[in-house]
Every structure is written in structure tokens, then in C-alpha cells.
């Protein structure tokens, strides 16, 4: 996740330097204009989503293909969220999968 390394406000403008990771980087395909900076951590993303694959009730519906081409095997049943508001637009951002790096996964052998 990228970090703030610092903040400078001259007049009306605020200067935000970065630092990102190279897969970061990646996402942005060279795009300079129109980027949104969201926090991600868990104190903000404060609403529980339900998941699903099929059905009609109140969930956040994810096709198959989609989850397949990012290689999304398992859905969590609640995932956090949150409805970010900016310039009359309305942004949803999910957590749809947490890192497994050094927790261990105390499962069945198969």
C-alpha cells in the first residue's frame, strides 16, 4: 500500500509525494490525471458487504470470470467497505481478499 511521505499546501494547491510500491506503479499505466487517493485500512472501511456468486438478495454480486481472471478462489462471506463521496460522484471500495503472508492456515489436508 502506498504511503504519504509528505504534504505541502502552497495557496489553494496541496503537493502530495508518494511512496509506492512498483506493482502500485504498474496500476496507474501512466495515468496522471484524475487519480483517487483512498485510505484502506480498517478503521475506515467500516461497512460489512455480503458476497456472493448467485442470487437476488442484497449482496455484492462478482462473476465468475471476474473472480477467475484475478485469481480470487475464495470470497470472504463479509467483506469491508466503504461509499466515498467526491465531486457528485459516489466511489465503493471492497476489500475482497487479505493478505495470507505469515498467517498460518490451520486447515484439513488434502
Same mark, same amino acid.
Given at each position: 500500500? @502506498?504511503?504519504?511521505?509528505?504534504?505541502?499546501?502552497?495557496?489553494?494547491?496541496?503537493?502530495?509525494?508518494?511512496?509506492? @510500491?512498483?506493482?502500485?506503479?504498474?496500476?496507474?499505466?501512466?495515468?496522471?490525471?484524475?487519480?483517487?487517493?483512498?485510505?484502506?485500512?480498517?478503521?475506515? +472501511?467500516?461497512? @460489512?458487504?455480503?458476497?456472493?456468486? +448467485?442470487?437476488?438478495?442484497?449482496?455484492?454480486?462478482?462473476?465468475?470470470?471476474?473472480?477467475?481472471?484475478?485469481?480470487?478462489?475464495?470470497?470472504?462471506?463479509?467483506?469491508? @467497505?466503504?461509499?466515498?463521496?467526491?465531486?457528485?460522484?459516489?466511489?465503493? +471500495?471492497?476489500?475482497?481478499?487479505?493478505?495470507?503472508?505469515?498467517?498460518?492456515?490451520?486447515?484439513?489436508?488434502?
Amino acid at each position: 500500500m @502506498a504511503d504519504i511521505e509528505t504534504i505541502n499546501m502552497k495557496n489553494s494547491k496541496i503537493m502530495v509525494n508518494l511512496s509506492l @510500491a512498483k506493482d502500485e506503479y504498474k496500476l496507474l499505466k501512466q495515468s496522471t490525471k484524475r487519480l483517487l487517493l483512498l485510505p484502506s485500512g480498517t478503521n475506515v +472501511l467500516s461497512e @460489512a458487504l455480503t458476497t456472493g456468486k +448467485l442470487g437476488n438478495s442484497n449482496r455484492i454480486m462478482l462473476p465468475n470470470k471476474i473472480l477467475r481472471k484475478n485469481k480470487i478462489t475464495r470470497l470472504m462471506k463479509k467483506v469491508p @467497505a466503504q461509499v466515498f463521496d467526491f465531486d457528485d460522484e459516489k466511489f465503493l +471500495l471492497i476489500k475482497l481478499q487479505e493478505s495470507v503472508i505469515g498467517k498460518p492456515d490451520f486447515g484439513e489436508e488434502k
